[in-house]
């Protein structure tokens, strides 16, 4: 089974997750994450607060790409225009659980909203 196998048929969130894991080398400038993201894309996030637009959200989860080393998904809810991914990120120093909460727009992802604890996010090598 592969690591996106709980992600149900959705090849927007497939996509989506085997960018952020395939390492800061294979991301490079974000180029692949671009088109899954909306023009008017939003991002909300505990540490980088309210995030418009899809260029900036490239250049951010750069930190996030660069330090995992493993997700493990727990639990996955997809729909038509939206979703939630519950799942453990493994960072350098530890592993933090994450809950996502996507909208999706014309095949692309509209917004997303991410809950984490910040304080053991940095503390477990997040940047």
Known sequence: MSATAHLGDSPLLRTY????????EEYG???????????YFVF????AGVVAG???????????????RE???????????SAAVLYDAVLPNGTV???????????TIKT???????????AAGGH
């Open 17 to 24: 997750y085997t960018i952020l894991t395939g390492g800061i």
């Open 112 to 122: 997303l909203h991410i809950h984490y604890n910040a304080a053991e996010y940095v």
């Open 54 to 68: 899809a260029g900036r959200f490239a250049q951010g989860v750069r930190g996030f790409v660069e330090a995992v």
């Open 29 to 39: 400038d974000g180029r692949e994450l671009m088109p899954l993201l909306a023009d």
């Open 97 to 107: 659980r994450f809950a996502e909460f996507f909208e999706f727009s014309n095949g």
């Open 44 to 47: 909300d996030g505990p540490i």
């Open 71 to 81: 997700v493990s998904f727990v639990q996955a809810v997809v729909a038509d225009d």
